[in-house]
């Protein structure tokens, strides 16, 4: 039985009209997997992280101010969406849906949630629709595990890993990878433990040489224990925001790629969908749908 991670708090967010975020696509992937006969007795619910907790991970001023709308506008345009209650019961629900994944991953070894994947979130600010780093509290939500010494974060989404990346700078024992578009957003770069910048225009067979090439150095670098992965499909050629030039098989390849290896390392993965920004809902479900599919959900 695939073990999945929803709520419908992930779409629910008043946005202003023609805003860039395409908040719909969660219960839509959602309600794809549903027609695909995926039972849902499949479906866990998260709820909410504890704004304590999370406060002795991430700046204590920051979870404050961002929780109780005190941030000042230009934090809050560097976010990208205005500020709501709903908003912070969203953010922090998508990301407890994150760590709930990870433990998942742990128990069954394997698990997937319907949203995840805010890379761009720092310990003192957000940026680029990210508010509070999912990725790097399910890697030390890992951590905690006595058989998980080293987690690997392999980030395929189009926009480089830039808050994961400096959020682990200084934690041996999470590995980040980003593959991403060079000339894309974020326009200043942080360091990975290993980036792959890919030109404009690039096709399906450099990304997936490039993201067996990246696995590869992964894996006989650091020898991880565990693995979260982003599974970003701003990739694709239809994506407003990407760039490249990857199709829908190649984004299948990818995804096929990642859980396969896992599956012969016997890694645990935690996979979140990452971005997709087409504005046609149907057309941007059904690539994120790669990813269940590449994962034997249906």
């Avoid at 225009?201 to 992965?229: H, N, R, S």
């Avoid at 499909?233 to 299948?252: K, R, S, Y």
């Amino acid at each position: 039985m695939p073990h999945l991670v929803f709520h419908p708090i992930y779409s629910q967010l008043d946005l202003p009209v023609r805003h860039r975020f395409p908040i719909q696509k969660y219960q839509g992937i959602k309600d794809a997997l549903l027609r695909e006969n995926v039972s849902s007795d499949c479906f866990y619910e998260p709820e909410q992280l504890n704004i304590n907790a999370i406060s002795r991970i991430y700046d204590p001023l920051y979870i404050k101010q961002l929780c109780s709308g005190e941030l000042d506008q230009k934090a809050m345009r560097r976010i990208g969406f205005p500020w709501s209650k709903q908003l912070i019961e969203r953010t922090l629900t998508a990301a407890a849906g994150t760590v709930l994944t990870s433990s998942l991953a742990l128990e069954h070894g394997k698990a997937l949630n319907l949203t995840g994947g805010y890379h761009h979130a720092f310990a003192n600010f957000g940026s680029g629709f990210c508010m509070v780093n999912d990725l790097y509290l399910a890697a030390l939500n890992m951590l905690q595990s006595k058989s998980i010494d080293k987690v690997l974060v392999f980030d395929c989404d189009v926009h480089q890993g830039d808050g994961t990346a400096k959020l682990a700078a200084n934690n041996n024992a999470v590995y980040t990878v980003s593959i991403h578009g060079e000339k894309n957003f974020p326009h200043r770069k942080q360091v990975s433990d290993l980036d792959f910048g890919l030109a404009k225009g690039t096709g399906d067979d450099e990304f997936l040489a490039t993201v067996e090439q990246a696995w590869q150095m992964a894996i006989t670098y650091f020898q991880p224990d565990a693995v979260i992965y982003d599974a970003g499909v701003d990739v694709h050629i239809d994506d407003d925001l990407g760039h490249l030039n990857i199709t829908t098989e190649g984004v299948l390849a990818r995804d096929q790629f990642v859980f396969a290896q896992c599956e012969k390392q016997g890694l645990p993965i935690a996979a979140v969908i990452g971005g997709g920004y087409q504005r046609d809902i149907d057309a941007l479900v059904n690539v994120h749908m790669q990813l269940f599919k590449a994962a034997g959900v249906f």
